[in-house]
């Protein structure tokens, strides 16, 4: 935090720090902090506020890795599951790519900036719905890639946001400023920090084949149907981040973190550290994705296959 005023506070400054990569530099970390809660809130009905929802991903899903000077050198980021009534099981990861900030333990505080990208595909769990079966080996005997696992996945932009031609997101102390946040959803009694980052969702990118980039859009608006529009372009996905105290680094199990989580949430196991809380709005009472919006889901597979059924 002192090596440069800039990176101090009220307005960290962090653009003279180069953007690494985030599985670059494990060899330099010494210390961390888990993050034991993390809170997330995202309007359900983009543009009403009254329609915010708040959930709590899976206990320690994400971390920041740093030096003993506070050098800021790996973040990971969070994975979750959504089910859809058509497809199945979908993951979700938050991907970081790049990154760079500081900590600093004595004031508890931390500013750091990260690249990332939304990833989207179906958990095994799915191989085995019949939909999902008969489109993949469609896929397969036309030679189009089928997101069937991570590596294969559905790629989406995340910008920053409150200025989507950033490329970097901000990660800052303390709570968001930007909406009311429920007693359920604080853990100032139990946390040892917490930062906050938001994200301005944008859209899918294209693979250039265009039964590919239908499928796609078919499946994300699926998702967003389940998931109260989590990833519907222009909506904000806000999360607080609620950390316990630091803890030395065990660089190899850094590296295994997040292979153990990929691995769980792929063999549909859940949570290794345990589950996270369902989505609920301020008043405590429980989303749930409306009927409509499942015949809407079913619908929208109908035209897709009308669109292009023959064509495969």
Same mark, same amino acid.
């Given at each position: *935090?002192?090596? &440069?005023?800039?990176?101090?506070?009220? &307005?960290?400054?962090?653009?003279?720090? #180069? *953007?690494?990569?985030?599985?670059?530099?494990?060899?330099? =970390?010494?210390?961390?902090?888990?993050?034991?809660?993390?809170?997330?809130?995202?309007?359900?009905?983009?543009?009403?506020?009254?329609?915010?929802?708040?959930?709590?991903?899976?206990?320690?899903?994400?971390?920041?890795?740093?030096?003993?000077?506070?050098?800021?050198?790996?973040?990971?980021?969070?994975?979750?599951?959504?089910?859809?009534?058509?497809?199945?099981?979908? &993951?979700?990861?938050?991907?970081?790519?790049?990154?760079?900030?500081?900590?600093?333990?004595?004031?508890?505080?931390?500013?750091? $900036?990260?690249?990332?990208? +939304?990833?989207?595909?179906?958990?095994?769990?799915?191989?085995?719905?019949?939909?999902?079966?008969?489109? /993949?080996?469609?896929?397969?005997?036309? +030679?189009? #890639?089928?997101?069937?696992?991570?590596?294969?996945?559905?790629?989406?932009?995340?910008?920053?946001?409150?200025? #989507?031609?950033?490329?970097?997101?901000?990660?800052?102390? +303390?709570?968001?400023?930007?909406?009311?946040?429920? $007693?359920?959803?604080?853990?100032?009694?139990?946390?040892?920090? !917490?930062?906050?980052?938001?994200?301005?969702?944008?859209?899918?990118?294209?693979?250039?084949?265009? !039964?590919?980039?239908?499928?796609?859009?078919?499946?994300?608006?699926?998702? &967003? @149907?389940?998931?109260?529009?989590? @990833?519907?372009?222009?909506?904000? =996905?806000?999360?607080? !981040?609620?950390?316990?105290?630091?803890? @030395?680094?065990?660089?190899?199990? /850094?590296?295994?973190?997040?292979?153990?989580?990929?691995?769980?949430? $792929?063999?549909?196991?859940?949570?290794?550290?345990?589950?996270? !809380?369902?989505?609920?709005?301020?008043?405590?009472?429980?989303?749930?994705?409306?009927?409509?919006?499942?015949?809407?889901?079913?619908?929208?597979?109908?035209?897709? =296959?009308?669109?292009?059924?023959?064509?495969?």
């Amino acid at each position: *935090m002192e090596s &440069n005023p800039a990176f101090a506070y009220p &307005n960290p400054d962090l653009s003279s720090l #180069p *953007m690494l990569g985030n599985m670059d530099n494990i060899g330099k =970390l010494t210390r961390q902090q888990a993050v034991m809660w993390p809170q997330f809130s995202w309007q359900t009905i983009p543009g009403k506020e009254s329609s915010r929802c708040y959930q709590m991903f899976a206990p320690d899903i994400s971390r920041i890795g740093y030096t003993d000077t506070g050098r800021v050198y790996s973040i990971i980021c969070p994975q979750q599951g959504i089910y859809s009534r058509a497809f199945g099981a979908l &993951n979700i990861e938050v991907t970081v790519t790049g990154n760079r900030g500081w900590v600093d333990e004595p004031s508890k505080t931390l500013a750091a $900036d990260m690249t990332v990208e +939304g990833n989207i595909w179906f958990s095994p769990s799915a191989h085995e719905n019949t939909l999902v079966k008969m489109l /993949w080996a469609l896929f397969a005997d036309n +030679g189009f #890639p089928f997101p069937s696992s991570k590596k294969k996945a559905i790629k989406v932009n995340l910008l920053n946001a409150d200025n #989507p031609l950033l490329e970097s997101l901000p990660v800052r102390s +303390g709570v968001s400023n930007k909406f009311k946040i429920p $007693d359920f959803a604080r853990h100032d009694n139990e946390a040892y920090a !917490v930062s906050n980052v938001a994200v301005r969702i944008g859209k899918i990118r294209k693979t250039g084949h265009a !039964v590919v980039d239908d499928f796609n859009q078919l499946v994300m608006d699926a998702f &967003n @149907l389940g998931s109260g529009n989590l @990833l519907t372009p222009g909506n904000i =996905l806000t999360w607080n !981040v609620w950390s316990v105290a630091p803890a @030395l680094v065990d660089q190899c199990e /850094w590296h295994d973190h997040a292979h153990r989580w990929r691995k769980s949430i $792929d063999t549909g196991h859940g949570s290794p550290d345990g589950p996270g !809380v369902p989505p609920k709005y301020y008043d405590g009472t429980p989303f749930h994705a409306a009927e409509a919006a499942v015949e809407a889901e079913i619908e929208k597979i109908v035209a897709f =296959l009308k669109k292009h059924l023959l064509h495969l």
